[in-house]
């Protein structure tokens, strides 16, 4: 199949992930760098959310697809709900891939989505809500209603539970750091592949080096009340030795990362984690005109190969495709088109940064809107992806187009 973009290295296909296999060769890809479904609406009685409920995120049979793909010792930053991540670890584990770490990314801008008690008896006992709400295009693409005063429980028993709600405020997402199992030591893993180790020292924090160096010598001679100016009450494992200073320019990344707010309740100003704020920088098709193909035939199918779309979407947005293609199309409105579940530039950045070698390929199985896309291209890297959803390759071109050039650090 033609990708629907490729340049620059980097490629995009507008198919089903588990397609990808065909796109590349086995042990080919240095790192996997994504942000899979949740899987949230899997087992939600009354309600589907077909973009968030196919079960692929889940499917061991997926990720050991995903390995093949991946060179022996490449790392996988994969994106996990606090909900259901457990699922996705124990499917990339049957899979073959080795759990080595997960990175926590705290954050202070979540907001708590469960109903209110009050409202949740009102509406058991049948009281429709009396509020005047202003309809809205949500960023899924799915219609929702805005309020501009607060509810007011009607009846005597929802008074009771006002105030209760199911659900915490979300403030923090998992990334599961996952390995492809070397076959051979580590030196020659990184002889062979060039891959089996995260590039830290490019990730590495600022810090003030010489208070790092004193640090780095105490804990080096901790252990004995001679030479430890703590009085030797240091616990120190003597079977392996420890560093006498630090061997990167700066802080060793952890696997905590800090929103600006969730940092400023640290008690200095010490940067011991990254800091990554929710993301700002979500690509918005505003008024995208969508065209539907006026008949499903040879014609309309030769079309769509020559784009590197799939044949059998409801509706494209017309911007991506050519006169030929829309000439067999007939217009079915117009809509506001945003990806729900955007990620911050920079976070991206960082996991590519960190985890795929310069000049290597980040695999990215659900492109979304682009950002890793983005971001490889920001990082000097290459990038296979796929996307299924058409609607969302009219962002990833338009990402595409204001290429992130600025500094990470």
Same mark, same amino acid.
């Given at each position: ?82 909900? &259901? ?26 907001? @708590? ?7 949740? +008896? ?18 899924? $693409?799915?219609? #929702? ?19 209760? #709600? ?7 997402? @998992?990334? %599961? +750091? ?83 707010? &969730? ?37 309309? &199918? ?37 990806? @729900? ?5 920079? %976070? ?9 070698? @310069?000049?290597?390929? +980040? ?44 500094? $990470?650090?």
């Amino acid at each position: 199949m033609r990708p629907f973009i490729d340049f620059d290295g980097i490629r995009l296909y507008n198919m089903d992930a588990r397609r990808l296999p065909d796109a590349a060769a086995p042990a080919s890809l240095d790192a996997v760098v994504t942000d899979p479904p949740y899987e949230l609406g899997l087992g939600t009685a009354g309600e589907v959310r077909r973009w968030d409920s196919t079960g692929i995120a889940f499917d061991p049979a997926f990720w050991a697809s995903m390995l093949a793909l991946a060179k022996p010792g490449a790392f996988a930053m994969v994106f996990g709900s606090p909900r &259901t991540w457990h699922r996705l670890a124990v499917a990339m584990e049957d899979a073959g891939w080795l759990l080595r770490d997960q990175i926590c990314w705290l954050y202070a801008s979540g907001m @708590p989505k469960g109903e209110w008690g009050d409202h949740a +008896v009102d509406r058991a006992l049948g009281r429709p809500d009396t509020r005047i709400g202003v309809r809205r295009d949500s960023a899924s $693409l799915e219609r #929702n209603v805005a309020y501009t005063e607060e509810y007011r429980p009607q009846t005597p028993e929802a008074v009771r539970w006002r105030g209760f #709600n199911p659900s915490l405020k979300p403030a923090w997402e @998992p990334i %599961l +750091v996952a390995q492809r199992p070397r076959d051979a030591m580590l030196g020659r893993t990184l002889l062979e592949h060039g891959t089996g180790a995260l590039d830290v020292a490019s990730c590495a924090l600022d810090a003030d080096m010489g208070e790092l160096a004193r640090r780095y010598e105490l804990n080096a001679t901790a252990g004995t009340r001679a030479t430890d100016p703590r009085g030797g009450d240091t616990y120190a494992d003597r079977g392996t030795g420890r560093p006498r200073g630090p061997r990167i320019p700066g802080r060793h990344p952890s696997d905590v990362v800090l929103d600006a707010d &969730t940092a400023r309740r640290l008690p200095d100003g010490t940067p011991r984690f990254y800091y990554c704020p929710k993301a700002a920088d979500r690509p918005v098709a505003r008024d995208a005109a969508l065209l539907a193909p006026a008949a499903r035939d040879a014609a309309w &199918t030769a079309a769509a190969a020559r784009l590197g779309l799939r044949d059998d979407a409801d509706a494209y947005p017309a911007d991506i495709l050519d006169a030929p293609a829309a000439a067999l199309c007939r217009p079915t409105g117009r809509r506001r088109i945003a990806h @729900p579940t955007v990620k911050p530039s920079d %976070l991206i950045r960082w996991l590519v940064r960190l985890a795929c070698p @310069p000049g290597g390929t +980040v695999l990215d199985p659900f492109a979304g809107s682009g950002t890793t896309l983005q971001a490889a291209r920001a990082e000097g890297r290459g990038c296979l992806a796929s996307e299924l959803d058409v609607n969302y390759l009219l962002l990833d071109r338009m990402r595409l187009d204001r290429a992130d050039t600025g500094s $990470l650090f």
